[in-house]
Nanobody, 122 residues
Framework: QVQLVESGGGLVQSGGSLRLSCAAS????????MAWYRQAPGKQRELVAS???????NYADSVKGRFTISRDSAKNTVFLQMNSLKPEDTAVYYC????????????????WGQGTQVTVSS
């Protein structure tokens, strides 16, 4: 089993920055891909960014150039640096982990954190 704990959410003004962290514990050697998803009220959970053990990184088009995902494998932690935040970035942000390297769908992630709220005011 893998446990994921997110931190770093909060309230920020439009144009501001936040850095989210996700610490993994448990059977962490089995993790290949780690990702950040988000879910806004009334909307489906969507992929924000992902990174796998091979170094492949994917971003949602809506965050490219503003968000950066990074990973400290030694500490089993993944980060999401969010710059130039917009009100439409407001959502609960979830960390996810998978033992597979080619995950492209939400269903491929077996492990999820409890989520952290990010609110961007205009």
């Amino acid at each position: 089993q893998v446990q994921l704990v997110e931190s770093g959410g909060g309230l920020v003004q439009s144009g501001g920055s936040l850095r989210l962290s996700c610490a993994a514990s448990g059977v962490t050697f089995s993790i290949d891909t780690m990702a950040w998803y988000r879910q806004a009220p009334g909307k489906q959970r969507e992929l924000v960014a992902s990174t796998n053990s091979g170094g492949t990184i994917n971003y949602a088009d809506s965050v490219k150039g503003r968000f950066t995902i990074s990973r400290d494998s030694a500490k089993n932690t993944v980060f999401l640096q969010m710059n130039s935040l917009k009100p439409e970035d407001t959502a609960v942000y979830y960390c996810a982990a998978s033992k597979y390297g080619g995950v492209t769908e939400r269903g491929g992630y077996a492990y999820w954190g409890q989520g952290t709220q990010v609110t961007v005011s205009s």
